[in-house]
């Protein structure tokens, strides 16, 4: 088949050894007849030949070597999909010979214009770095340009490779650390656990720490209120000079992770929690453990790992998990490394007030199946006797009723824990002892018996009638114990000849004489070494003198400690801990500075990355209607004199602005809502007198324009939409995607980025929704519709006009926004309360929604004086759109760049009412908030837009075809709008 002349027969062999490989079959065989089909021109084949090669090269480097200048010209390959692959299988060859190869291809794939052959670029750094160290120079050049990129598709594995080329290079991250909290929630799952490790690392050299005065800012706080109200001006400054002030840089990545704790991906949640524990000041550390405990319902092995952390952390601050003590307890369905992690942090958070249901709870655990389980709960029993001095009687007598239980696993336990609570109090258990020595030919786990012995040995002047027949019991059955019993039965019988040799003198003499004989020489050994220092004689040295005070010593009592008292010195979350030894590749978590070096070095290189992307991304040319507002005198008879000297000027110094903006937003990050609402408000003035103004101004010469065209009045109001765009293009944010910004500036070449005045009557939507109905609003309804006013609320912000009529005969006070129940990354501006309003009146008010680019309800209280409501507002995908206006070419060439996985189609059956020109135009530019595209053909109707959010293009294109059917094709970064818009046009052209 794969020598086949037909690409369907090579397309099915193709996937059916794919297919073996997923199996995991072995189809290296194969290799010869595959490599083949590398030149293939179909692009299905290609992408599968890619799939197999990239599994087999290392093994068949050979002959995948013979392919090299197939695989070379695949990387300027105008589908992204090949030039990624191609890049992938080149990465996965590795022999040594091609590395000058790998690294041109990497350096040039590194500026590709796809994001996803830049991610791709990134991933083959760590296997060219692999097979040939000696790159690391130049790898690196490549990593600090990748991580300048913007795109969240490149931003995990760039730092992924940062990581494994040259962790220790801090000072490429100074730049690019906001950029990187910023995008972060943006990111996919793997890479933002990578980035979250990264900058935890980098956190802990760059702030100094949050814990050392984390009471002190509380005593301080308080000690200033007081001093306040006393008016003593000296000692509050005094006071205020030592309160510790967190870098805004650290707040930053603390307030852009806290978020990704609410992550379906355990890693990402481990990630963040691991980051808090290690960065977040002990009184902000508390808010993991909820989204911790929320991960025990995950399977098993994801509990592990979990539980292990919270193990740790429960040791050194119990009061995190305290409220969520019922979670921990344990399910008869728990394997048993589960259950021990849960016994282990129950231990750890034992205290006076809940160790009553805790013990309680371990006498259930105690009565288990499972042997090893029942065992380490009673370890756990002595662990809780020792740390709580109120139930030590308690636990000991506990312990003591378990001696007579059936079990000898249980019983054996439980004699080990009491010898070692025994230690702490002897004096009063002398009767434990006896009854301990009479289960004596009961046992027969040896640690238990060496325990029992060793009590008896160790406390044998209060038990002086019972010791030296336990001697004579265990000297007849010494050679069948176990080597642990014998060197106890040795040490008791040389105890005894010391205190009691009267009566035990030929007993011990008898058993030195078995042990002096025995196979083990750890036993032969013990009994020569007592026998010189009990049996004096000429030879013996002078140490025989202190044989009493060698072995009567007082002995320290244990301390009953849990095994994960000293794991915190390796970082949260890493293999490294989980195994408890340092594992290869592991990088220490240095320790907070004493001064935190300069901070200048993240404002000053991100100004700079800040110009350098301006300077890419042609905002000079993007920037032009906007300042021409300005920059132009009041006279605008005709545009067309306006000089191409005064246009670059007008656009040199929109790009000063622009920088000094950018420069100014990243470095006050860390300031309060409040400020940051009233900067947005002062904004959106700004911005719409300037589009008012510029609207004004360009619409007289576009008329003009179109009017010597001899293009109809009809046509004329059906692109009018393009006014929306321009305003939106004049004050868009920074944070657009590379593929829009690069759309806008060829546009702005073309000259079409000028637009004709808004027709509002024809854009904006008439429908509304209802919010609230005056039954459930008792008396209060709210209506909302959207009205396509862009930046009104500033960047990714949907303007949503609400109407709030009072159906009551009593006024309505103090109506506002309260609590907001929203998805992730969702943010609400809300709209200035209304005071009072009166019976029958109906007032309207503006209101913006973040809506991240997806059409989730956003949830939140409408609320009075006395009531609150629960409300919903969901937007249609068409309104997460701003209008954008480009020439037809630059439109083909996006669209050129936005196929594979970019596009979304399908071909429809179109109302004969529906199949003009001007209807189409209306019915979709209706449905959704596009631009419309000038077309050279009237059978192709073009539109233009980008999301509100994340400003990635969307271009959609109505191709009416013969026999009434239409082709609708979607282009955009963002399938999944893609996609939801297109059900939403189906329906709009196919019915009347």
């Known amino acids: 088949m794969l020598e086949s002349s037909k690409d369907s027969a090579k397309l099915d062999a193709m996937k059916r050894i794919v297919g073996m490989i997923a199996k995991g ?28 090669l990239m599994r087999y090269a290392e093994e068949q480097q050979d002959l995948a070597l013979l392919s090299i200048s197939t695989f070379q010209r695949a990387l300027k390959d105008p589908n992204q999909l090949i030039r990624a692959s191609a890049l992938r299988v080149l990465s996965s060859i590795r022999v040594p010979i091609i590395v000058p190869i790998m690294m041109l291809a ?126 003593e001006q000296k000692e509050k400054d005094r006071n205020v000079k030592k309160t510790y002030t967190m870098d805004p840089d650290h707040r930053l990545l603390l307030r852009n992770t806290k978020p990704l704790l609410q992550s379906r991906n355990a890693a990402v949640v481990m990630a963040v929690a691991q980051l808090y524990w290690h960065l977040a000041p002990k009184s902000e550390a508390g808010i993991v453990s909820k989204s911790l405990v929320r ?69 259930t655990y105690v009565k288990s199946q499972d042997k090893q389980f029942a065992a380490a709960t009673i370890q756990a029993i002595g662990r809780c006797a020792t740390n709580i001095t109120e139930v030590t009687d ?136 007592i026998r010189q220092l009990i049996v004096p004689n000429e030879k013996s040295g002078a140490l025989s003198k202190y044989a009493k005070k060698i072995f009567l010593a007082q002995k320290p009592a244990p301390l009953l400690e849990s095994p994960f008292k000293d794991r915190d010195h ?30 200048a070095v993240r404002n000053v290189e991100v100004a700079e990355s800040a110009k350098e992307w301006t300077a890419i991304l042609g905002k000079t040319k993007k920037e032009k209607p906007t300042e021409k507002f300005y920059s132009e005198s009041e006279e605008e008879e005709d545009e067309s004199a306006s000089t191409g000297a005064t246009e670059s000027e007008s656009g040199s110094e929109s790009e000063k602005e622009d920088k000094e903006e950018g420069s100014s937003d990243e470095s006050s990050g860390s300031s309060s809502s409040s400020e940051e609402s009233s900067d947005s408000e002062s904004d959106s003035k700004e911005s719409t007198a300037k589009k008012t103004s510029g609207a004004v101004k360009e619409s007289n010469a576009e008329e003009s324009k179109k009017k010597a065209k001899g293009i109809s009045k009809n046509r004329n109001t059906s692109s009018s939409s393009d006014t929306e765009s321009s305003s939106s293009e004049g004050s868009s944010s920074d944070s657009k995607s590379v593929s829009d910004s690069r759309s806008d500036s060829d546009s702005g070449k073309s000259g079409s980025a000028t637009s004709s005045k808004v027709t509002t009557q024809v854009f904006v939507p008439t429908k509304t929704h209802e919010m609230l109905h005056r039954m459930t609003g008792k008396g209060l309804s709210a209506h909302y519709h959207f009205s396509r006013q862009p930046d009104m609320f500033g960047d990714h912000m949907v303007p949503v006009q609400v109407t709030v009529t009072n159906t009551t005969d009593q006024k309505i006070e103090n109506i506002h926004i309260g609590e907001k129940k929203l998805p992730l990354g969702m943010r609400i501006h809300e709209f200035n309360p209304i005071e009072c309003l009166e019976p029958g009146g109906s007032v309207t008010v503006s209101m913006g929604i973040d809506f991240c680019d997806s059409t989730q309800t956003a949830s939140f209280q409408l609320c009075t004086k006395d009531d609150h409501f629960n409300v919903n507002i969901q937007p249609p995908v068409g309104e997460l759109l701003l209008p954008v206006t480009m020439s037809e070419k630059d439109f083909k060439k996006e669209q050129g760049m936005l196929t594979g996985m970019n596009e979304t189609s399908a071909t429809i059956a179109v109302a004969p009412q529906n199949s003009t020109s001007l209807v189409i135009i209306e019915k979709v530019v209706k449905a959704a908030n596009l631009g419309v595209v000038p077309s050279g053909q009237d059978n192709i109707h073009r539109f233009a837009a980008k999301t509100v959010h994340s400003g990635s293009l969307m271009l959609v294109t109505v191709e009416l075809k013969e026999s009434s059917t239409a082709q609708l094709i979607i282009n955009t970064e963002k399938t999944v709008i893609g996609s939801v818009l297109l059900r939403e046009l189906k329906p709009v052209l196919s019915q009347g």
């Open 25 to 52: 079959k072995n189809a290296s065989e194969l290799f010869p007849a595959v490599v083949k089909n590398v030149a293939s021109k179909n692009i299905e084949i290609k992408k599968l030949v890619y799939v197999y």
């Open 106 to 231: 990497i350096k040039e794939a590194s500026s590709d214009l796809s994001p996803y052959v830049r991610k791709n670029a990134a991933h083959a750094i760590q296997k060219l770095y692999s097979l040939d160290p000696e790159q690391k120079e130049m790898l690196i050049e490549v990593i600090e340009k990748l991580l300048k990129d913007r795109s969240t598709l490149v931003a995990g594995s760039v730092v992924m490779a940062f990581e494994e080329v040259c962790p220790d290079r801090i000072d490429l991250i100074h730049k690019n650390y906001r950029k990187l909290c910023n995008l972060l929630v943006d990111v996919e799952e793997w890479g933002q656990v990578v980035i979250i490790h990264m900058l935890t690392r980098y956190a802990r050299t760059q702030f100094v720490s949050p814990w050392k005065t984390d009471d002190d800012v509380v005593e301080e706080y308080n000690e200033n209120n007081f001093y306040e109200s006393d008016g």
């Open 295 to 363: 991960l025990l319902r995950s399977n098993r092995e994801v509990q592990y790992i979990v539980l292990q952390n919270i193990a740790t952390m429960s040791i050194q601050r119990k009061g995190m998990f305290e409220p969520y003590l019922k979670s921990f307890y344990v399910r008869s369905t728990d394997p048993t490394m589960i259950k021990t992690l849960k016994l282990e942090i129950l231990t750890n958070l034992a205290n006076e007030a809940n160790i009553s249901t805790l013990l309680r709870e371990f006498q």
């Open 394 to 529: 308690t636990c000991l007598n506990g312990l003591v009723c378990l001696l007579s239980n059936r079990d000898e696993t249980v019983v054996a336990e439980s004699v080990v824990v009491i010898k070692k609570l025994l230690q702490t109090q002897p004096a009063h258990h002398g009767e434990i002892i006896k009854h301990m020595a009479k289960l004596l030919d009961n046992i027969t786990v040896p640690v238990a018996r060496a325990s029992i012995l060793w009590l008896i040995g160790e406390y044998c002047e209060r038990v002086p009638k019972i010791a030296p027949d336990v001697l004579r019991k265990t000297a007849k059955s010494f050679t069948n114990e176990d080597d642990l019993v014998k060197l106890q039965i040795l040490n008791l019988g040389a105890k005894l000849y010391l205190t009691n040799s009267k009566q035990t003198k030929l007993l011990t003499q008898y058993v030195l004489n078995l042990g002096k004989y025995d196979q083990s020489y750890d036993i032969r050994d013990r009994t020569r070494f």
């Open 570 to 599: 390796f970082q949260l979350g890493t293999l490294s801990h989980t195994l408890n030894s340092r594992a290869t590749g592991y990088l220490e978590l240095s320790d907070w500075p004493d001064v935190a070096p300069d901070p």
